[in-house]
């Protein structure tokens, strides 16, 4: 019996080929499978390439949720409702964090996992960034015209960590 994963969601999706083994590739964050689009051409020959968009990224629905093993989840409910028993996984950066999650619980659907330019490891600048990311969906964009505008909306240190580069 499938098992159910409630949380998970239905991922939109690209696919290139029609022959060969099923390669799985996920995209990093702000990205989507339309990123691989070029390495999919190149190989079509050889694969059936399947390029999901992660929850929140490209075309597939957003959730108030992000985690990785949700993330995983979508990846194993988006293998069960193509028919996919045991794939190869390619990830890169966020995905390849998910790949190595979907390795870990669900060994038994990954025949071969390739993670490019991510380590298994606790980034310090994580947390940085998501309060940068929260910061800036609460600003009022519709009513935000000038940088001194924004200045004024954020926090005095989330905006010299926003702008220090200009």
């Known amino acids: ?18 022959t060969g083994p099923d390669l799985i590739v996920l995209h990093g964050l702000f990205g989507s499978g339309k990123n691989w689009r070029s390495f999919a051409r190149s190989i079509v020959n050889d ?38 028993e045991r794939i190869m996984l390619l990830g890169h950066s966020m995905g390849g964090k998910t790949a190595m999650q979907v390795a870990l619980r669900f060994p038994e659907r990954v025949s071969c996992l ?19 990311i929260r910061a800036m969906q609460e600003l009022d964009l519709p009513k935000i015209i000038t940088r001194a505008e924004v200045e004024k909306s954020l926090p005095i240190r989330l905006m010299k960590s926003i702008f220090f580069l200009f």
């Open 1 to 18: 019996m499938t098992p159910t994963y409630l949380e998970a969601i239905p991922l939109n999706y690209r696919k290139y080929g029609d």
């Open 47 to 84: 694969f059936q390439i399947w390029m999901p968009d992660a929850r929140n990224n490209g075309e597939s629905p957003h959730a108030e949720t992000m985690s990785y093993k949700e993330m995983a989840e979508d990846v194993v409910c988006f293998l069960d409702n193509n028919g996919l």
């Open 114 to 132: 390739i993670v490019v330019d991510i380590a298994p490891v606790q980034y310090e600048h994580f947390q940085k960034n998501l309060k940068l």
